[in-house]
T-cell receptor, first 116, second 113 residues
Framework: GAVVSQHPSRVICKSGTSVKIECRSLDFQATTMFWYRQFPKQSLMLMATSNEGSKATYEQGVEKDKFLINHASLTLSTLTVTSAHPEDSSFYIC????????????FGPGTRLLVL | SQQGEEDPQALSIQEGENATMNCSYKTSINNLQWYRQNSGRGLVHLILIRSNEREKHSGRLRVTLDTSKKSSSLLITASRAADTASYFCATKAGGTSYGKLTFGQGTILTVHP
């Protein structure tokens, strides 16, 4: 149980295009989903927290107009990187949790984004 | 320094040896969690220890928490080559209404067969 999937697993895009990453909780309802970013050999940095049906809460320094988050249902959250640039290349990981994330978060396998 | 600092940054041991990783944090916490990440993959939850707990076991894993020193340790006993991965501690701050986790920098563990 508690499986989280992400799609796509890898994406290569041209600079200036937008990329959408999906995060799905497969066997449970996630009231809260989190989006993280991880650069090579570094730790995870929380980008934003999304609750189903409400606007995402972004961490300081994360541009909400560049990283659009939609949590339309209890099993799906999407992250859209708009007008991507090479510096947006990174590993994006989502996690999902029940009960507002008070306990364990279940992480997706990550999406590797390369912007050329 | 950041919440959730870990040491060592890298640890190289032989199969069968024990591996100990440490994590320090700065603010009060609700719980502390340890995760494992294989190269280029997502995170796997290993163990959660609450602020009122001092020690927890799960298989070959032993986690301790010392809230007075704001530190935690993860011990992997009888290590195997398959334990090779990065290990992260993550803290959930006390008093928050949602589950924001702050991750440490991680320890890269290499277990040689």
């Amino acid at each position: 149980g508690a499986v989280v999937s992400q799609h796509p697993s890898r994406v290569i895009c041209k600079s200036g295009t937008s990329v959408k990453i999906e995060c799905r909780s497969l066997d449970f309802q996630a009231t809260t989903m989190f989006w993280y970013r991880q650069f090579p050999k570094q730790s995870l940095m929380l980008m934003a927290t999304s609750n189903e049906g409400s606007k995402a809460t972004y961490e300081q320094g994360v541009e909400k107009d560049k990283f659009l988050i939609n949590h339309a249902s209890l099993t799906l959250s999407t992250l859209t990187v708009t007008s991507a640039h090479p510096e947006d290349s990174s590993f994006y990981i989502c996690s999902a949790a029940t009960s507002g994330g008070q306990e364990t978060q279940y992480f997706g396998p990550g999406t590797r984004l390369l912007v050329l | 320094s950041q919440q959730g600092e870990e040491d060592p940054q890298a640890l190289s041991i032989q199969e069968g040896e024990n591996a100990t990783m440490n994590c320090s944090y700065k603010t009060s916490i609700n719980n502390l969690q340890w995760y494992r990440q294989n190269s280029g993959r997502g995170l796997v939850h290993l163990i959660l220890i609450r602020s009122n707990e001092r020690e927890k076991h799960s298989g070959r894993l032993r986690v301790t928490l010392d809230t007075s020193k704001k530190s935690s340790s993860l011990l992997i006993t009888a290590s195997r080559a398959a334990d090779t991965a990065s290990y992260f501690c993550a803290t959930k701050a006390g008093g928050t209404s949602y589950g924001k986790l702050t991750f440490g920098q991680g320890t890269i563990l290499t277990v040689h067969p």
